[in-house]
């Protein structure tokens, strides 16, 4: 056990990179899934959610408020402020140091950003291709995975982003404007998700069913819902009744660190819409 331990340490740092693995300078990932066969007779090894290398104080808590719609915004222990989804709307005040955007439709993303917003991340690339982001702002590590989005009757690639988020030991992740399920290399490349946002709407981004599943095999210990003014939240809410404990908070906020994520993996509904 101690050798496969050894094992899983040397892997963690060979592969643990962000997905622009291209740079010459790559900021090491605390989050990436490790699944990759061991030699002989030991079966693949995967680093499951909670799961952590790190050494974050318990004292360093993560605050997350629920804005709106898609927009959730996280405030670091350094006090970094990060908007996810953000039209300029939700969560634009005080002003985030960091925003990040789909552009599914308005309400996700503006083109007329506050001027003081010192990182504006795109989640799709004007010139083609995949968005690639991998940014350090003092104690956050933010970097994204692309995924297709829907264009009309068409899928577009590369439209869309989740964006993870790695912070005091935490890996929180958006899933954005997601469209469609994700396949093996999706999962290896988001890695493992302590805290997860997911679009409940049923239809606009997935069906019910669809994300069900995926938050399933994502098995984060805590899942926050959004996008959900077009749907009753008991149809998704169904879907996973069993395999997570459900919560209703009295707040649109909440704080946590590593040590104080739930036990049983846990759908929270924060207040909002």
């Avoid at 090894?45 to 050494?55: C, E, L, N």
């Avoid at 990040?100 to 291709?129: C, Y």
């Avoid at 940014?135 to 956050?140: E, F, G, I, R």
Wanted: net charge negative; hydrophobic share 40%.
């Amino acid at each position: 056990m101690r050798g496969l331990l050894s094992c899983i340490f040397l892997l963690v740092a060979l592969c643990g990179r962000p997905v622009n693995a291209a740079e010459e300078s790559v900021h090491p990932s605390q989050c990436m899934a490790i699944a990759k066969s061991i030699p002989d007779k030991f079966q693949p090894v995967v680093i499951p959610a909670a799961f952590s290398f790190g050494t974050a104080s318990s004292a360093e808590d993560v605050t997350i408020t629920y804005a709106g719609h898609s927009t959730y915004v996280i405030e670091t222990p350094a006090g970094v402020r990060i908007a996810t989804d953000f039209s300029g709307f939700h969560g634009a005040a005080p002003v985030p140091r960091v925003v990040t955007m789909n552009k599914a439709h308005s309400t996700h993303f503006t083109l007329a950003p506050d001027s003081r917003i010192e990182h504006v991340l795109q989640g799709w690339n004007a010139n083609g291709g995949p968005a690639r982001h991998q940014l350090v702002v003092d104690d956050v590590f933010i970097r994204n995975v692309s995924t297709d989005i829907r264009s009309g009757a068409a899928m577009e690639a590369d439209g869309n982003s989740i964006f993870i988020f790695e912070v005091a030991d935490l890996c929180i992740g958006h899933l954005g404007h997601l469209h469609h399920v994700l396949d093996d290399s999706d999962y290896s490349a988001i890695g493992r998700l302590d805290v997860v946002m997911v679009p409940v709407d049923g239809g606009l981004t997935l069906s019910h069913g669809g994300m069900s599943d995926i938050v399933k095999r994502l098995n984060s210990s805590l899942v926050l819902p959004m996008h959900r003014r077009m749907t009753t939240i008991d149809q998704f809410i169904e879907r996973v009744r069993g395999k997570f404990d459900v919560r209703y908070a009295n707040s649109d906020s909440i704080k946590l660190s590593l040590r104080t994520l739930p036990d049983q993996p846990t759908i929270m509904i924060l207040d909002g819409l």
